[in-house]
């Protein structure tokens, strides 16, 4: 089973530009997960879909962020303009149904840095 | 807000040492899970337990949920330099997606 593919793997942009992440999640997983994980933290959940609709946004800096699932499968997280402190791995993780005992699947990330 | 906390922060031990990992919360969950993370990739998920006082194992690695669903430990018995990694533990209630703790990075010396 192929697994949950991100691109791209590293972005290098200056504060005030910016970028989209794209994500192709496990085939035939409904949900799809947004985190951010900030060296030496661990994963903030950013954004959770289940299908195309939005479950939990309640984290995304909606200022900056936003994130689609069109189709209800691949999906995109942009931000726009982009801080400095933004600067981290920004994964994509999939799991076959919501909730609780479903384990999530992750992709590789995406380093983004922001100068 | 569920709150993990998750000690100790880094551990190095030598090749064939015992080590344990904790995973404390004031929240009760529905289920925990622990995933390793090696650098330059996403976390895998190692094991998920739902039922408190349960106990899993993986080989070298022991899982425990605690009685009262609030906290887990992670054993591994003779560790390995393969063992390398973060060790995140997530845990969710039956609303809410799982919520990741800081993780403990482990090194192993050959």
């Known amino acids: 089973e192929a697994g949950v593919a991100q691109s791209p793997r590293y972005k290098i942009i200056e504060k005030r530009q910016s970028v989209a992440f794209w994500c192709n999640p496990i085939s035939g997983h409904a949900t799809l997960y947004w985190y951010q994980q900030i060296l030496g933290q661990g994963p903030k959940l950013l954004i959770q879909?289940?299908?195309?609709?939005?479950?939990?946004d309640s984290q995304l800096p909606k200022d900056r962020f936003s994130a689609e699932r069109l189709k209800g499968v691949d999906s995109t997280l942009k931000i726009q303009p982009a801080k400095l402190e933004d600067s981290a791995v920004y994964l994509c993780a999939s799991s076959f149904q919501q909730g609780q005992g479903s384990g999530y699947t992750f992709g590789s990330g995406t380093r983004l840095t922001v100068v | 807000t569920q709150l993990l906390e998750q000690s100790p922060q880094f551990l190095s031990i030598q090749e064939g040492e015992n080590l344990t990992v904790y995973c404390n919360s004031s929240s009760v969950f529905s289920s925990l899970q622990w995933y390793r993370q090696e650098p330059g990739e996403g976390p895998v998920l190692l094991v998920t337990?739902?039922?408190?006082?349960e106990v899993k194992k993986l080989k070298r690695l022991t899982f425990q949920f605690g009685d009262a669903r609030k906290d887990s430990s992670l054993h591994i018995t003779a560790a390995q330099p393969g063992d390398t990694g973060l060790y995140l533990c997530a845990g969710g209630d039956n609303n809410n997606d799982m919520r990741f703790g800081a993780g403990t990075r482990l090194t192993v010396k050959p």
């Open positions: 879909f289940q299908n195309n609709g939005v479950v939990d």
């Open positions: 337990v739902v039922t408190g006082g």
